[in-house]
């Protein structure tokens, strides 16, 4: 087993294994990718290459939209079943914790999406990002174009997707964007730096307005400091 460092967007390899930054990682509920070993091997790594904390954030809350829109559960219930899916990945973290030494465990932190909503930086940056889509054309389209993308990669050929379903998954990208392009801070800590095992479109998009290559404006009212590592475990 090894692992590989692909694209990096916001820093160099050098200065993530410098541990300048907090580094930690994002599990989406549907990704199969995301299995106790690989979750393992993201968590040693980072413990490894930090600079003082490493946390794991489940993005359960936020995957009810997907089961909302996609899926066409009510919303009460899409919530409820992405929590449940939520608790099943805290079990295996714990589990994976239990084999840390002591003073390893001191290290991590675990976190559900309900503490990324709650932290300071979301709730100012959200609703830049919301009005953004609401009032700039160029703008809701990259978002919709987005979804759509996404959409195609779907293996699901007979689920139409409506112009209103895709504005509505789109909220899913526009509340993943605060944390996804300035990071997080938790008990003190901030976050900067974000393992995932795919770059994305959406990845490419920040780095962009990271650069004021897009968006100038918008840019100017964001801080935008978050680096993305697709770290690769073969």
């Given at each position: 087993m090894a692992?590989?460092?692909?694209v990096?967007?916001?820093?160099?390899?050098?200065?993530?294994?410098?541990?300048?930054?907090n580094?930690?990682?994002?599990i989406?509920?549907?990704?199969?990718w995301?299995?106790?070993?690989?979750?393992?091997?993201?968590?040693?790594?980072?413990?490894?290459n930090?600079?003082?904390k490493?946390?794991v954030?489940?993005?359960?809350?936020?995957?009810?939209?997907n089961?909302?829109?996609?899926?066409?559960?009510?919303?009460?219930?899409?919530?409820?079943?992405a929590?449940?899916?939520?608790?099943?990945?805290?079990?295996?973290?714990?589990?994976?914790?239990?084999?840390?030494?002591?003073?390893k465990?001191?290290?991590?932190?675990?976190?559900r999406?309900?503490?990324?909503?709650?932290?300071?930086?979301?709730?100012?940056t959200?609703?830049?990002?919301?009005?953004?889509?609401?009032?700039?054309?160029?703008?809701?389209e990259?978002?919709?174009?987005?979804?759509?993308?996404?959409?195609?990669?779907?293996?699901?050929?007979?689920?139409?997707?409506?112009?209103?379903?895709?504005?509505?998954?789109?909220?899913?990208?526009?509340k993943?964007?605060?944390?996804?392009?300035?990071?997080?801070t938790?008990?003190?800590?901030?976050?900067?730096?974000?393992?995932?095992?795919?770059?994305?479109?959406?990845?490419?998009?920040?780095?962009k307005?990271?650069?004021?290559?897009?968006?100038?404006e918008?840019?100017?009212?964001?801080?935008?400091n978050?680096?993305?590592?697709?770290?690769?475990?073969?």
């Amino acid at each position: 087993m090894a692992i590989t460092i692909g694209v990096i967007r916001g820093a160099t390899e050098e200065e993530v294994k410098s541990k300048k930054f907090n580094i930690y990682m994002g599990i989406s509920l549907n990704n199969k990718w995301f299995t106790k070993r690989n979750i393992k091997e993201y968590i040693l790594w980072g413990l490894k290459n930090t600079k003082k904390k490493f946390c794991v954030v489940i993005a359960d809350a936020i995957q009810s939209i997907n089961y909302n829109v996609r899926d066409n559960y009510s919303e009460k219930t899409a919530t409820e079943k992405a929590l449940k899916e939520g608790d099943k990945f805290l079990k295996v973290i714990n589990e994976l914790l239990d084999e840390l030494p002591k003073e390893k465990r001191k290290l991590i932190d675990i976190i559900r999406w309900a503490d990324i909503e709650n932290d300071t930086n979301h709730k100012i940056t959200f609703p830049i990002f919301l009005k953004e889509f609401k009032t700039n054309i160029l703008f809701k389209e990259e978002i919709k174009n987005i979804i759509r993308d996404f959409i195609s990669k779907l293996n699901r050929p007979n689920i139409n997707f409506s112009e209103e379903k895709i504005e509505k998954l789109s909220l899913y990208i526009l509340k993943e964007l605060p944390e996804l392009s300035d990071g997080f801070t938790y008990n003190n800590v901030y976050y900067n730096c974000i393992l995932y095992p795919f770059d994305s479109s959406l990845l490419c998009l920040i780095e962009k307005i990271q650069k004021k290559e897009k968006f100038q404006e918008l840019s100017q009212k964001l801080k935008m400091n978050n680096v993305f590592v697709e770290l690769k475990v073969i």
